[in-house]
């Protein structure tokens, strides 16, 4: 199958491919193990010496399509699914981190993946370094360390909405021997393709966008294949030198491009079982297939409320980097020319206590510890998921205490900004 077809066709196409007389539609491999004729014939699987399924815990052909059509749209060469997108950003760290280890981010990522760096890894030895990523390159170069492994940023951050100069970053990370891995959750490959400006691994919360429905947690993490890891061999161990859990292979010399996600799923998946069930990797390849269709509507709405909200005299600030004059548009316009997604967040002019009763008068749009949905909704930062914070710590963590984050859905956009009028005005 040509990788050069549309994404679009991607979407729709990519993954299962029944074979003369098979299922149309991507069948549920509802079973936690594979048969085989012969002793021998499953051995060979145990070895890595024969590609196929043996237990569900490390791969499952269902998942297997659904990875494959991820990879096609990200246009990467591999690809896996995992339970949850924080079990992507732990597989991709840890694939190539150990104790010992040390990793450059971005400091405007996700809360869940910053708590997982400085927090959880760092109590398993591997230290974080987190970093302004509008700084420019000589200041950057400072953070890394002769144990620095990689370096971890998202495409459009998850609440502050910067968008990454992803051109600098792969620089960074190249010039210092190491890949950069990028989180593409909100842009989605549909208006951003990170391995197309030299970022190497891409991971994804596939519960956002991709999904769509807010039906499954999920997570995915797709392999360039193009970050040498021969070239720096001293650096990753775990991929040039023997695994003795499996007879001495070495991924790099047996799997080639492969090595990166042949490892994830033959150590860390075996070890950490992280998988994403079958059913749910079903549901998610039900969202993938109208992801082109939903995207630009997310960002044309969002468009449009980032534009009334600005038009109105009560909103203090507005954040939306596909709109005009936004600190982010021109990265965006560069990197994500069709659209970025349809997250804004903005501030009342009557601060938190404002947010508060306008969100209590919303009735289109849901209260909801969610974020990249069909439908639209609405969550107060300050009052949720950063609750414990008092004001000055919200500050610290970058968090405006009047900050409203503003997902978008795909409703008529005029329902969207009339829900919105008569929180603020009746
Ligand atoms: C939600 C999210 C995650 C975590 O994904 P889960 O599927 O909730 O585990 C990681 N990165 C970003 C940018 C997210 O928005």
């Given at each position: 199958?040509?990788?050069?077809?549309s994404?679009?066709?991607?979407?729709?196409?990519?993954?299962?491919q029944?074979?003369?007389?098979?299922?149309?539609?991507?069948?549920?491999?509802?079973?936690?193990?594979?048969?085989?004729?012969?002793?021998?014939?499953?051995?060979?699987?145990?070895?890595?010496?024969?590609?196929?399924?043996?237990?569900?815990?490390?791969?499952?052909?269902?998942?297997?399509?659904?990875?494959?059509?991820?990879c096609?749209?990200?246009?990467g060469?591999?690809?896996?699914?995992?339970?949850?997108?924080q079990?992507?950003?732990?597989?991709?760290?840890?694939?190539?981190?150990?104790?010992?280890?040390?990793v450059?981010?971005?400091?405007?990522?996700?809360?869940?993946?910053?708590?997982?760096?400085?927090?959880?890894?760092?109590?398993?030895?591997?230290e974080t370094?987190l970093?302004?990523?509008?700084?420019?390159?000589?200041?950057?170069?400072?953070?890394?360390?002769?144990?620095?492994?990689?370096?971890?940023?998202?495409?459009?951050?998850?609440?502050?909405?910067?968008?990454?100069?992803?051109?600098?970053?792969?620089?960074?990370?190249?010039?210092?021997?190491?890949?950069?891995?990028?989180?593409?959750?909100?842009?989605?490959?549909?208006?951003?393709r990170?391995?197309?400006?030299?970022?190497?691994?891409?991971?994804?919360?596939?519960?956002?966008?991709?999904?769509?429905?807010?039906?499954?947690?999920?997570?995915?993490?797709?392999?360039?294949?193009?970050?040498?890891?021969?070239?720096?061999?001293?650096?990753?161990?775990?991929?040039?030198?023997?695994?003795?859990?499996?007879?001495?292979?070495?991924?790099?010399?047996?799997?080639?491009?492969?090595?990166?996600?042949?490892?994830?799923?033959?150590?860390?998946?075996?070890?950490?079982?992280?998988?994403?069930?079958?059913?749910?990797?079903?549901?998610?390849?039900?969202?993938?297939?109208?992801?082109?269709?939903?995207m630009?509507?997310?960002?044309?709405?969002?468009?449009?409320?980032?534009?009334?909200?600005?038009?109105?005299?009560?909103?203090?600030?507005?954040?939306?980097?596909?709109?005009?004059?936004?600190?982010?548009?021109?990265?965006?316009?560069?990197?994500?020319?069709?659209?970025?997604?349809?997250?804004?967040?903005?501030?009342?002019?009557?601060?938190?206590?404002?947010?508060?009763a306008?969100?209590?008068?919303?009735?289109?749009?849901?209260?909801?510890?969610?974020?990249?949905?069909?439908?639209?909704?609405?969550?107060?930062?300050?009052?949720?998921?950063?609750?414990?914070?008092?004001?000055?710590?919200?500050?610290?963590?970058?968090?405006?205490?009047?900050?409203?984050?503003?997902?978008?859905?795909?409703?008529?956009?005029?329902?969207?900004?009339?829900?919105?009028?008569?929180?603020?005005?009746?």
């Amino acid at each position: 199958m040509s990788t050069k077809r549309s994404i679009e066709t991607t979407c729709i196409q990519g993954g299962w491919q029944p074979e003369n007389g098979g299922p149309r539609q991507l069948p549920i491999y509802q079973s936690t193990t594979f048969k085989y004729a012969t002793s021998d014939s499953m051995g060979k699987l145990f070895d890595l010496e024969a590609e196929g399924y043996f237990y569900t815990r490390l791969q499952n052909p269902t998942n297997d399509a659904v990875a494959a059509k991820i990879c096609e749209m990200e246009g990467g060469v591999a690809a896996m699914l995992t339970s949850s997108g924080q079990a992507a950003t732990f597989f991709s760290i840890i694939n190539i981190c150990s104790a010992g280890d040390h990793v450059v981010s971005s400091a405007t990522i996700y809360g869940g993946s910053s708590n997982l760096l400085t927090v959880t890894l760092k109590r398993f030895g591997i230290e974080t370094t987190l970093v302004d990523p509008d700084l420019p390159e000589e200041e950057l170069a400072k953070a890394f360390q002769p144990n620095t492994k990689c370096v971890f940023a998202e495409t459009i951050a998850n609440p502050a909405l910067v968008v990454l100069d992803i051109e600098k970053f792969a620089r960074l990370a190249h010039t210092h021997g190491v890949p950069l891995i990028i989180d593409n959750t909100f842009a989605t490959p549909i208006n951003c393709r990170p391995f197309e400006w030299g970022a190497d691994i891409v991971t994804h919360s596939t519960t956002k966008y991709m999904d769509g429905h807010g039906m499954t947690v999920g997570g995915c993490i797709v392999d360039s294949g193009n970050f040498d890891w021969e070239a720096h061999a001293d650096k990753f161990p775990g991929l040039t030198t023997p695994d003795d859990s499996y007879h001495g292979i070495i991924y790099t010399q047996r799997f080639g491009k492969g090595a990166f996600i042949t490892k994830a799923t033959a150590q860390l998946m075996r070890d950490l079982g992280a998988i994403q069930s079958p059913q749910n990797a079903f549901l998610l390849n039900n969202g993938l297939e109208s992801l082109h269709l939903r995207m630009p509507r997310h960002c044309e709405n969002a468009r449009k409320v980032a534009e009334y909200l600005q038009s109105r005299e009560d909103v203090a600030w507005v954040k939306y980097p596909g709109l005009p004059g936004d600190q982010y548009y021109e990265l965006a316009q560069k990197y994500m020319p069709n659209g970025t997604c349809g997250v804004i967040s903005f501030g009342l002019k009557g601060g938190r206590a404002a947010a508060g009763a306008f969100m209590d008068k919303l009735k289109l749009a849901s209260i909801a510890t969610h974020v990249a949905d069909a439908r639209t909704c609405v969550l107060h930062p300050a009052s949720h998921t950063h609750r414990q914070l008092s004001d000055e710590q919200l500050v610290e963590a970058g968090v405006d205490p009047s900050m409203i984050r503003f997902s978008v859905g795909i409703e008529n956009a005029d329902d969207i900004i009339e829900d919105i009028r008569q929180a603020l005005e009746d």
